[in-house]
C-alpha cells in the first residue's frame, strides 16, 4: 500500500546547510588539556553532522513505499507516471549514502582519537567536511526525482482491496462520469468533451446490504498505443476490477462510431474481463439489442443496472461468501 503520507524530499543543499548549522550547538567547554579538548570537540561535531544527514536522508528512504510495499495496480500507475527503475536506483542511492556518511564518521573519529597533533586533528576534521559535503551533493538528482515520484504517488488513487470493484469504461464522452455521478456520492466533472477525465475517480456505492467501490476511469480508445491517462484507466482493469462495466452510446453523440465502441468492449471479454455491456443515452436512441440500457440524464435503468451488477457479483461468488467483502 501507499503510505497516506509521504514526506517532502528537501535538497542536497538543505540538507548540507542543516548539518553545518546542527554543529554550532556544540559547546564550548572548558578542559584544561587543549589537544583532549579539541578531539572532543571535533568528534561532537561529526557525531551530529552525521545524526542530522542520516535523520534527513533516512526520514526519505524510509517514508517512500519500496518496490515491494506495492501491489501490482499501484506499481503499474506510479511507473506509468515515472520510471521504475531510477525510482528504485534512487532509493538504494538513499541508503548507500547514509551508509556511507556512518563509514567516514566512523573513520574520522577514529583518526581524530589518534592523532597527535592539532594540525593531524584539523585535517581528519576537514576530511570529513568535504566528503561528507560530495556525498550528500551526489545525491541531488535522486532527491529531485524522488520529488516528482511524491507527485505522482500522490496521484496513484486510493482503492480499498476489501471490498468489490467496479469499473465503468468506455470511449471518451460516452458519460462514464455521469454514471458515477448517478451510483455514489461522487460529482465528477462531466463535459460534452472527450477526455474530460484525467484521473481515475474512486466512490462508494450502496448495493442491497453491502458497499461496492465504484471507479470511473479516463475514456479509452481502441488502440494499440495507449497515452499515459489510458494506461491508467488500463492498469485498473487489469489488476482490480471485479466487474467492468462497458459502456457504449448507441447514438454516437459522443463522437464516435458505436462500431468501434463495441470492438473496445469486445476486446476487453477477450482479455478474460468480466465485462458487463451498457448502452447509455437511451433517450437520444433506443436500438433493439441484449444489452442493458440507461440514460444518465433522466435516470431510466439505473436502478436496472445495479440490480444487474448486484447479480453478477453474487453469482461469481462461492455459496456463504460474503458478497461485497472479499474474502
Ligand atoms: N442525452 C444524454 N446525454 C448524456 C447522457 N449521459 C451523459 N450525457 C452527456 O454526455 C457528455 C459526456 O458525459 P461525461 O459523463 O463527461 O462522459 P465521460 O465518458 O465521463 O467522458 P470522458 O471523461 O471525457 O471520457 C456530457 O455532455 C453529458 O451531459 C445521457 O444519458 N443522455
Ligand atoms: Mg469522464
Redesign the pocket.
Known sequence: MIPDRIPTVPDSKEIIERSFKDIKKVQNFYMPDFIKKLKSVSIQKIQLMEATAKKAIGRVYEGFPKFDDLDRFERDVLFIMVNGKEYESSLNNLRWANGKIVELATNSIRGIKKAPSMLAIGKFRSSFYGRFSSVVEDLDESLSFLRQAREALKKVPQVSREMRIVIIA??????????I?KLTNLS??????????KKINVGMMKMGTGICEVL?V??LLNRKNHNAIERVALAAIDNIGDIVVC?L?P?E??GYRLEDQEKLCNSLKELGKNVLVVE?????ERRESGNLK?????GEGIDELKKAMEANIRERQGKGDSVFQRA
Open positions: 468506455g470511449f471518451p464522452n460516452v458519460g462514464k462520469s455521469s454514471l455521478s465528477p466533472e462531466i463535459a460534452d468533451y472527450p477526455f474530460t477525465t470511473d479516463p475514456g459502456m452510446d447514438s453523440e459522443c447509455n443515452k437511451m433517450d437520444l440507461i440514460s444518465c440524464t433522466t
